[in-house]
Structure formats: C-alpha cells, structure tokens
C-alpha cells in the first residue's frame, strides 16, 4: 500500500463523529505524517472555511495545513475560476464558499449574477431563493456545492443544500451542476495539486453514495469504512465493490 501518494479521507463519518474523533483515524493519520505523507481532507461541507476546517482537525489531534483541505466550497470556486473567466458569481452560502470564491478572485455580485453557486446557508430567506431563481431564468449558469438532501445534527436529521436545490430545481425548471461527492471534482482538483497519478491515489470514507462512488467515478483505488453512513451488507450488495472494506483505519498496515 505504499504506492499510494494522495490519500484522501472524507471528514465527517472518517476522522470523526460530530465533535468526536475517531481514535484509529487519528493515529493512521499520525502513521503517515511520520512516513512523510500528508494526507488530504475532502468534505461536502461548504460552510466552513478552509482555516476553519484546519482549526477542528486540530482540536480532535490532526495537525495540518489549508493546502490540505479540499471542500466542495474551494471546489466550486476553482471550477468557476477554470471554466467560466472573468463571469460574476451570486450565492446563496457561508463564510466558506464566499471565502473560496474571493480568494480566486472571483467577482461577487448580489443580484444577476452571470452564475448562481448554492452551498449550504443557515440564514436562507425567501429572498435569497427568490433572487437566484430569477438570475437563473435570465440564463444565469446554475451550480452547486453539494446535493446532500439530509445531514445529522444533535437533534436528528434536518435539511443539507440539496433541500433547498430541490426547490430552485422545481421553481425555474433547471437542475445545477454539482461540484461536490458523488462528484468527482475534489479529486481531480486534489490530483492538479498533488502531481500524483490515480494509481497513487486512494479515496477513504464510509458513505458509498458520495466517497466511495465519487472514487470509483474518478477511477481510483478506494476504501469503504464501516461504522458511518453506510452499513457493510448495503456496500456488499452494490454492483462496484470498494477496493477495501475495513471496520478501521487500524486495519491498513502502512508498513506492508
Ligand atoms: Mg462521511
């Protein structure tokens, strides 16, 4: 397994559990940092900044820099700065996705924006939904960080952005294109960055329908990790098995 360069964990579910770590994470982590391999973080999580994000991994024990931090917020930005130069962007998110914008220089623009980009807002109002709508009638490109319908909190499961894309979708009659997992933009973005082949990279989480999908998408090696989102008998019966199905990191022997 020494052949793997950019090895990337999914966040939530993988390194840890809410406020939680998780501990054989934690120290396979520690593992490679010491073998000289730093890993990469992916998360559908657009709320977050990148130093933020690096702020809570410390505080659960894991040192690491921003430039191993890859969300579906600095995934959207380096889309839009690639692929749609010089347009305006309006949002609908937090902190994190007007950060990853702002440090691709991208124009931000409150009202009829050449793009609509929707990551996950706590502070979402009928405006907001309405002025996006309207951009995206007058033939505004409509983009998005991620399309998880659900996600858990204290309380149980509440409304994840693609709750909230689901409304748009019905009110203009458009679906976006989205730039987070099962997607495999994060990946590609991390293989830019790191110079590594998809031979020398692997992709590890424990929900199939986005970390698993979006390597076997992308055509990388992948581990499955049970405990999280999904169950191992459900991984069994999908047609595309992962690479490797390990109830913890413990599991992966680096040396060997
Ligand atoms: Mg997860």
């Not at 391999?37 to 994000?53: A, C, M, V």
């Not at 430039?67 to 959207?76: D, F």
């Not at 009659?173 to 830019?192: C, D, N």
Request: with cysteine; net charge negative.
């Amino acid at each position: 397994m020494e052949r793997y360069k950019a090895i990337c964990l999914d966040l939530d579910g993988t390194v840890y559990k809410g406020s939680q770590a998780i501990p054989e994470s934690i120290a396979f982590i520690r593992t490679l940092q010491q073998s000289g391999i730093e890993p990469y973080f992916i998360t559908n999580n657009s709320s977050r900044t990148g130093l933020e994000q690096q702020q809570k991994l410390k505080l659960l024990g894991v040192e690491t820099t921003e430039k191993q931090i890859m969300t579906s917020a600095i995934a959207s930005a380096k889309y839009c700065a690639q692929h749609y130069v010089g347009k305006s962007v309006q949002m609908i998110g937090e902190s994190g996705l007007r950060e990853a914008l702002l440090n691709e220089g991208i124009r931000l623009v409150e009202a009829d924006g050449d793009i609509v980009i929707m990551g996950i807002d706590h502070e979402i109002t009928y405006n907001k939904l309405a002025t996006a709508c309207l951009s995206i009638r007058n033939g505004a490109h409509f983009l998005a960080t991620n399309g998880d319908l659900a996600l858990p909190n204290e309380l149980g499961l509440v409304p994840g952005n693609g709750a909230f894309i689901e409304l748009v979708k019905a009110s203009t009659g458009v679906a976006p294109m989205i730039l987070g997992k099962p997607q495999s933009y994060m990946l590609e973005f991390i293989q830019q960055q790191s110079g590594a082949s998809k031979q020398e990279m692997i992709m590890i989480g424990d929900n199939y329908e986005t970390d698993i999908l979006s390597g076997i998408r992308f055509g990388i090696d992948t581990i499955h990790l049970q405990g999280g989102v999904t169950a191992l008998d459900e991984v069994l019966a999908k047609l595309e098995h992962p690479t490797y199905m390990f109830k913890t990191l413990a599991e992966w022997n680096v040396e060997s």
